[in-house]
């Protein structure tokens, strides 16, 4: 069954369109690659599902209700959780004030304690720092808590926006195995990176967004088989 | 020196008062970047709320403070949804014009209603002895009643969790709204805090001072100086530039003519600008 589900989706910024109708489906408990070049609206994608920005067109549909209308806040409160691109943490504030505030929507308050240990678990780092203004640590911290973050509201779907970026190789690696962890654990995660063959490796579903269209889509196995995915963004 | 001393303890007092005012303005602009022009003018309603709800409905004056933060705190809420949220997003020109605006609208009911002249409230409760000088006792305790508020202010955005949501805001308001931080509840509840700071100092200063529907703008004055000292968008930096404010009030009369006392504010004023923008005590740029 799906849990989020796209019907022809447009938005963009301003007069300028970047999405031209894109339809999409997450399978409850999947793990789905958003892949595409620079430019090709992934960002825009994932603000638009979370309501940062205004959808024009279509339909967001979440656990069969139609969500296309409700501001960030109302979709946080049901489950549907963002970990933006470039961190947008609050910088002034403590590493565990930021994860405190992870922690808002009602659903994920009773969990706070279990949810803390899990994070400090995933990333012992950011427990050492844990009184740190989260501002003054380094990116690769920074990335730590921006997902740390996401996953203490207790998602149901986890959005997540460049993972990678910024972080060491073995960092990279140690966070895809977590996250397959967390899909045992039933939650759906949509992951937007730009390093195409993890990605491909660790997820069930991908979507190629091109030009603010979904251009290709399948099982990752298969789209990582799909000539014109090899030679556009793979290298082969 | 006893002349020093006591001209300085009355200006600390005072000093207080005005932190508070300006905590208000320094508040608004730390949480959403908008200068509040109204700001004078809502100092102004809170004298005349403590007025009216002492002479007509005979209530405490302090009781009478308490109910006119409140006072304070929805009608700077109202304020916000009918006037600012509308172009909070807009270029600070927007929010200048529109906050000027609500600073005309109170200014011309209000002249229309209570005219120009001043107004006293008659309480009295002597003076009192503070340290080697002899002070009114109702600057003493508007001087104490500036303090807790101040505290309690700093306690609440400090560990409270709505406290901890506007600082969130404060912050980073995007990301406030991603984690599920209902943004626009929290920037009118900013705006119904910093009203109901200029309401309370407007009540504390009508225990002492005659004032006019036009006095709050002299305050509003003194609260960008304030500000500018302690650093805007810093509350707790607005204490202190409140009690610098307040001991050269103090001080000035002494060496010259009180009508320099402005003159020196503004010299201050724009000292700071130059060398130093982001206040003594550091705040948001």
Redesign the interface.
Same mark, same amino acid.
């Given at each position: 069954m799906a849990i989020l589900e796209l019907r022809d989706v447009t938005s963009g910024y301003g007069e300028v369109q970047i999405l031209w109708g894109v339809t999409l489906a997450l399978q409850d408990g999947s793990m789905t690659s958003l892949v595409g070049a620079n430019g090709a609206g992934k960002t825009t994608l994932l603000r638009t599902i *979370?309501g940062?920005n205004r959808p024009w067109q279509g339909q967001i549909i979440f656990e069969g209700e139609d969500v296309s209308k409700l @501001? @960030?806040? /109302?979709k /946080? %409160?049901r489950g549907l959780v !963002?970990v @933006?691109e470039g961190r947008? !943490?609050?910088?002034? *504030?403590t590493v565990l004030?930021n994860l %405190? *505030?992870?922690a808002? @929507?009602k659903r994920s308050r009773a969990e706070y304690n279990r949810n803390l240990e899990l994070v400090f678990e995933m990333f012992p780092r950011l427990k050492d720092r844990q009184n740190q203004k989260a501002g003054t640590m380094s990116g690769g911290e920074q990335q730590m808590l921006a997902v740390a973050?996401g996953l203490m %509201?207790s998602p149901k779907v986890l959005m997540i926006d460049e993972l990678s970026l910024g972080l060491a190789p073995f960092l990279v690696l140690q966070l895809f195995e977590s996250l397959k962890k967390l899909r045992e654990t039933g939650i759906t995660v949509l992951l937007v990176e730009q390093n195409v063959r993890m990605a491909l490796a660790v997820t069930d579903y991908a979507y190629v967004l091109a030009e603010g269209r979904v251009e290709i889509q399948g099982p990752s196995r298969e789209v990582a088989h799909n000539p014109d995915v090899q030679k556009a963004y793979l290298g082969l | 020196m006893d002349a020093i001393l006591r001209s300085l303890i009355d200006g600390l007092l005072l000093g207080f008062v005005y932190g508070i005012a300006a905590m208000g303005l320094t508040l608004i602009w730390g949480v959403m970047n908008v200068i509040n022009l109204s700001h004078g003018s809502l100092i102004s309603l809170g004298m005349f709320s403590l007025y009216f709800l002492f002479t007509g409905l005979g209530i405490h004056p302090y009781l009478a403070v308490v109910i006119t933060a409140i006072l304070g705190l929805l009608l700077g809420i109202v304020i916000y949804a009918i006037a600012v949220h509308r172009i909070i997003n807009a270029p600070h020109l927007s929010t200048l014009l529109a906050t000027y605006s609500v600073n005309m609208i109170i200014l011309g009911i209000g002249t229309a209603i209570l005219s120009t002249s001043p107004y006293n409230v008659p309480f009295d409760l002597g003076s009192i002895k503070v340290a080697t000088s002899v002070v009114p006792t109702t600057r003493l305790i508007a001087a104490i009643v500036a303090m807790l508020v101040a505290g309690g202010l700093y306690l609440f955005l400090q560990y409270s969790r709505l406290g901890r949501y506007i600082r969130a805001v404060t912050d980073n308001r995007e990301a406030a709204e991603i984690v599920g931080i209902p943004s626009a509840q929290i920037l009118a509840f900013s705006f119904g805090l910093g009203t109901m700071l200029a309401a309370i100092s407007g009540g504390l200063i009508a225990t002492f001072f005659p004032f006019t529907i036009l006095a709050g703008g002299a305050y509003e004055l003194k609260s960008f100086v304030i500000g500018v000292l302690g650093g805007l968008g810093n509350p707790v930096g607005s204490l202190f530039g409140g009690l610098i404010l307040g001991a050269i009030e103090g001080l000035v009369p002494l060496a010259m003519p009180t009508t320099w006392t402005p003159v020196l504010e503004f010299v201050l004023f724009v000292l700071i600008l130059l060398v130093r923008p982001t206040g003594l005590f550091g705040g948001s740029e």
């Open positions: *979370m940062v @501001p @960030p806040h /109302a /946080a %409160a !963002l @933006p947008q !943490l609050f910088s002034h *504030m004030e %405190a *505030m992870g808002t @929507p973050r %509201a | -």
